[in-house]
Nanobody, 116 residues
Framework: QVQLVESGGGTVHSGGSLSLSCAAS???????????MGWYRQAPGKQRELVAV???????NYADSVKERFTISREYAKNTVYLQMNSLKPEDTAVYYC???????WGQGTQVTVSS
């Protein structure tokens, strides 16, 4: 079992920046089984979508809509993943969820609201 605790989020004007963080904890075996950490988001009335993911090897993948604006990073010693979001747009408004291993476990979600 892996527990994910997210922090960050909030409300910002269009063009602003926000950062999210997510710390994973659990049994040693569970935490050691994490090979990917990432962020998904879900806007009202829409399906949950991948935002960014980073693997244990450091490979990253981003949704086309956030490339060049968002940066995912990972602090392996702390089992923590970060999402730096710059040049935010109103369409980035959603609940952002942290996940490990592409959906094996989910955080509680944190609201990001971008006003125009």
């Amino acid at each position: 079992q892996v527990q994910l605790v997210e922090s960050g989020g909030g409300t910002v004007h269009s063009g602003g920046s926000l950062s999210l963080s997510c710390a994973a904890s659990g049994s040693i075996s569970s935490v050691n089984s994490i090979y990917a950490m990432g962020w998904y988001r879900q806007a009202p009335g829409k399906q949950r979508e991948l935002v960014a993911v980073i693997t244990s090897g450091g490979s990253t993948n981003y949704a086309d809509s956030v490339k060049e604006r968002f940066t995912i990073s990972r602090e392996y010693a702390k089992n923590t993943v970060y999402l730096q979001m710059n040049s935010l747009k109103p369409e980035d408004t959603a609940v952002y969820y942290c996940t490990v291993n592409y959906g094996s476990y989910w955080g509680q979600g944190t609201q990001v609201t971008v006003s125009s």
